[in-house]
Structure formats: C-alpha cells, structure tokens
Antibody, heavy 118, light 107 residues
Framework: QVQLQESGPGLVKPSETLSLTCTVSGGSIRSYYWSWIRQPPGKGLEWIGYIYYSGSTNYNPSLTSRVTMSVDTSKNQFSLKLTSVTAADTAVYHC????????????WGQGTMVTVSS | AIRMTQSPSSFSASTGDRVTITCRASQDISAYLAWYQQKPGKAPKPLIYAASTLQGGVPPRFSGSGSGTNFALTISCLQSEDFATYYCQQYYNYPWTFGQGTKVEIK
C-alpha cells in the first residue's frame, strides 16, 4: 500500500525559503505524477504544482516565480521549495499522487503544518 | 483560472438522510471533476473521479453526477462517519482548482 509522508521545518521566518520533502513508501515514485497542495488554517485547498518522476514540472501561475520542485528517484522522494515566504504561506502542505497529467489525485499524504513567523 | 463554486457552504443533516452537494465550474470542464472528503486534521480522501467513478473502497452510498459545468455529489443514506467537509476539484485545465468546501454537520 503506497503511503506518502511529508517532512520539513514547521517554522520558517519571513523572507526565507520553505523546504519540504515527500517520501513515497510501499511503491515506486516512477511512472507517476506528484503534486503539492496547501491549505491555510480554516481555508480551502490550493494546488501548488506537480512534478513527474522524470523531472518535468507544472506550477500554479500564482506561485511560479517562487516555486521549485525536484525529484530524487533513488530515494523515492520529491521536494518543494518556496522562496520569499510571508505569513500568507502559512498552511498545511500536502503531497499527493496522480496517475496522469490529467488525472485526479488518488493518494494523499497526511500533511505537515508550516508556520511563517519571526 | 477556472472557478469552482460549491453550494451550500455548510448544512446540518441527520443519519439516514439523503444529501446532495452541488459544484459549479466557471467554464466547461467536461467530466474532469473529482470529489474529496476531509475530516479535521486528516488528509483529503479521494471519493470520486471523472465526475461519477468511485475510487476503490468507497461505499456505494456515494455517487457523483454531472458534466460540463454542473456537478453533484449525493450520499444516499448518511452515516455517522460521513460528517465531514467535501471538496470538488477540476483537473481539466491548469491551474487545478478546488471548490471552497461544503461542511456536513450533525443535526
């Protein structure tokens, strides 16, 4: 059974870079698409972008200038970097899998809370 | 970006009720529509994709319908474990977008 687990600092200072990793267990990262989605406290869901196992990416235009995603197939992990963070980036960050570029998410990670504060 | 609008935003219901949540897209998305269930502090759980196809393991009391711009999620006989927030999501065009959520509470 494939499981996703997000990890990274829970507190990031304003203007710094948020870095998270999603570890895929119980299956291979190959042949799938992997997305990041965030949810500010008490609010709805926002898709940040995806990375294919080969390394190709697609980012939300609202965040594209600040987002970088990468993948490490040897570790079965993929990562998110979000630069120049502000309080508006405070959210639970989820990673999720989808089978194709135009397919719905079928597995989600539990999520990790990231607070932006000095 | 395609705007997804759910209604209602919240409502109260009793176990055994038949409930329907609607989702409207700001433009035609064919059947590229998914539904997710989320409970507090948990990851969203995939329920339906392609507007009407149940994800594996989802009870048949859940059903989805619609195409184009108007969609619905119906729970035929509400169970205690169904009290949660439900989100629709379009994956027709990037950026993928979600509805604002519908919270189903116990009456």
């Amino acid at each position: 059974q494939v499981q996703l687990q997000e990890s990274g600092p829970g507190l990031v200072k304003p203007s710094e870079t948020l870095s998270l990793t999603c570890t895929v267990s119980g299956g291979s990262i190959r042949s799938y698409y992997w997305s990041w989605i965030r949810q500010p406290p008490g609010k709805g869901l926002e898709w940040i972008g995806y990375i294919y196992y080969s390394g190709s990416t697609n980012y939300n235009p609202s965040l594209t200038s600040r987002v970088t995603m990468s993948v490490d197939t040897s570790k079965n992990q993929f990562s998110l970097k979000l630069t120049s963070v502000t309080a508006a980036d405070t959210a639970v960050y989820h990673c999720a899998r989808h089978i194709g570029a135009s397919r719905a998410f079928d597995i989600w990670g539990q999520g990790t809370m990231v607070t932006v504060s000095s | 970006a395609i705007r997804m609008t759910q209604s209602p935003s919240s409502f109260s219901a009793s176990t055994g009720d038949r409930v329907t949540i609607t989702c409207r897209a700001s433009q035609d998305i064919s059947a590229y529509l998914a539904w997710y269930q989320q409970k507090p502090g948990k990851a969203p759980k995939p329920l339906i994709y392609a507007a009407s196809t149940l994800q594996g393991g989802v009870p048949p009391r859940f059903s989805g319908s619609g195409s184009g711009t108007n969609f619905a999620l119906t729970i035929s006989c509400l169970q205690s474990e169904d009290f949660a927030t439900y989100y629709c999501q379009q994956y027709y065009n990037y950026p993928w977008t979600f509805g604002q959520g519908t919270k189903v509470e116990i009456k």
